[in-house]
């Protein structure tokens, strides 16, 4: 395809949340819970007509370009545990490489606020996002929101809950291609928090994956929410990130502002055609 034949020498971030079992229940914003059948004919199409490569070696400047295929990295958002059951022994089959950011503080089968509570009609769902970003982003002020506006909590299945960091660990002995990275430390709007919050959330995070992931645990944070300022941004850098991830964008231009790389985000309901299109750079980039 031509488009695909233009986007050589580039990069193309894309981004995952969760893989769950085929016709699994998963939470309430079923967007980021993929089911496992079209993850697996996700991955084997770009295969066929992508290079597959390491985060860290996708951004750094010093990799060479050369090649019939453009460049795509795989990562993963909020380390769930149906991505650790489904997705990883995927990628491990297939000696694909892949990176899970990580918020240490949310692991243990803790479930995040966005599959605890649905609401409707759309337009109140984004003013109750909206509300929930304002107040920080964490699970206790988006329960208090919850409360004031009568919303009703609902359960979230084990697979949509966070992972417990025994399997993370396992998942990252069993796959030699699998590296991890910051999410924060609690996933908090990082806009949001004061200076103390934004640099405990970015150090203790950072520290806590080193220390158990050594070079493993790469030097990139994923902004919660894909939200991150000027402040944010140079926090990341005091803090010993490299680079800084959003969740939105396309294909990376080379060279960019490094706390700045746009990811793709890959939703639950996109069509396979919907995909090619995305990955070859028609849409979404």
């Known amino acids: 395809m031509v488009a695909r034949r233009g986007r050589r020498g580039r990069?193309?971030?894309l981004a995952y949340h969760n893989v769950i079992a085929d016709r699994y229940?998963?939470?309430?914003?079923?967007?980021?819970?993929?089911?496992?059948?079209?993850?697996?004919?996700?991955?084997?199409?770009?295969?066929?007509?992508?290079?597959?490569?390491?985060?860290?070696?996708?951004?750094?400047?010093?990799?060479?370009r050369a090649g019939a295929f453009p460049e795509v990295a795989i990562?993963?958002?909020?380390?769930?545990?149906?991505?650790?059951?489904?997705?990883?022994?995927?990628?491990?089959?297939?000696?694909?490489?892949?990176?899970?950011?990580?918020?240490?503080?949310?692991?243990?089968?803790?479930?995040?606020w966005w599959d605890e509570y649905s609401v409707a009609p759309e337009s109140a769902a984004r003013r109750f996002r909206a509300a929930a970003l304002t107040e920080g982003g964490r699970s206790d002020d988006v329960a208090a929101i919850a409360d004031r506006?009568?919303?009703?909590?609902?359960?979230?299945?084990?697979?949509?809950?966070s992972a417990r960091a025994e399997d993370l660990d396992a998942a990252v002995a069993s796959h030699p291609g699998l590296t991890v990275g910051s999410h924060s430390w609690s996933h908090?709007?990082?806009?949001?928090?004061?200076?103390?919050?934004?640099?405990?959330?970015l150090e203790e995070s950072r520290a806590w994956l080193a220390g158990r992931y050594g070079p493993r645990a790469l030097p990139v944070v994923s902004y919660p929410y894909g939200l991150a300022d000027g402040r944010?941004?140079?926090?990341?850098?005091?803090?010993?990130?490299?680079?800084?991830?959003?969740?939105?964008?396309?294909?990376?231009?080379?060279?960019?502002?490094?706390l700045r790389v746009p990811r793709l985000n890959v939703p639950a309901g996109i069509t396979p055609a919907g995909f090619r299109l995305r990955i070859d750079g028609v849409r979404g980039g």
Do not use: K
């Not at 770009?46 to 070696?57: F, G, K, W, Y």
């Not at 908090?188 to 959330?201: Q, Y």
């Open 188 to 201: 908090p709007n990082l806009v949001a928090c004061s200076a103390a919050d934004l640099e405990t959330e």
């Open 149 to 161: 506006a009568d919303v009703d909590r609902g359960a979230v299945p084990e697979a949509a809950r």
């Open 11 to 13: 990069l193309l971030v």
């Open 75 to 112: 990562t993963f958002d909020d380390a769930y545990a149906g991505t650790i059951a489904h997705a990883v022994p995927v990628l491990a089959e297939r000696q694909i490489p892949a990176t899970i950011f990580v918020p240490p503080g949310r692991l243990g089968g803790q479930s995040f």
């Open 232 to 258: 944010v941004e140079r926090a990341a850098r005091t803090a010993g990130y490299r680079w800084g991830m959003r969740i939105e964008g396309g294909w990376v231009a080379r060279p960019g502002p490094p």
């Open 25 to 64: 229940d998963a939470g309430a914003d079923l967007s980021l819970h993929l089911p496992l059948a079209r993850f697996i004919a996700q991955v084997d199409a770009l295969s066929e007509t992508h290079r597959v490569v390491p985060l860290d070696a996708a951004l750094s400047e010093d990799t060479d």
